[in-house]
Nanobody, 124 residues
Framework: VRLVESGGGSVQAGGSLRLSCVAS????????VGWFRQPPGKEREGVAG???????TYADSVKGRFTISQDNAKNTLFLEMNSLRPEDTATYYC???????????????????RGKGTQVTVSS
């Protein structure tokens, strides 16, 4: 499966963005799917995931502000980001795995399939 992200951009603090990730070559139903990010100069970190049994996990840093969802009919994963903060500035990656652990643990290293990323910049 190939993953392609879109929707990144620049926004002021307090603003919103919606990221999308379209999968080709397979369907999301057979994978757990999620997002991770890499802030400039920092390590990658898991953001949110949906397991194959549709359980959703969020990183503490984004709970209440970000919403992950998927449209299986369109093979598209979304990340709605509200109340953005400068510390949310990062490259955001869409990811998938045949197992569930990656999405439940948000351990980005466990995602075997990853997109190329989309840049999100939040200014103060």
């Amino acid at each position: 499966v190939r993953l392609v992200e879109s929707g990144g951009g620049s926004v002021q603090a307090g603003g919103s963005l919606r990221l999308s990730c379209v999968a080709s070559g397979s369907t999301y139903r057979t994978y757990c799917v999620g997002w991770f990010r890499q802030p400039p100069g920092k390590e990658r970190e898991g953001v949110a995931g949906i397991s194959k049994d549709e359980r959703i996990t969020y990183a503490d840093s984004v709970k209440g502000r970000f919403t992950i969802s998927q449209d299986n009919a369109k093979n598209t994963l979304f990340l709605e980001m509200n109340s953005l903060r400068p510390e949310d500035t990062a490259t955001y990656y869409c990811a998938a795995d045949l197992g569930n652990w990656a999405c439940k643990s948000l351990d980005w290293t466990q995602f075997s399939i990853r997109g190329k990323g989309t840049q999100v910049t939040v200014s103060s």
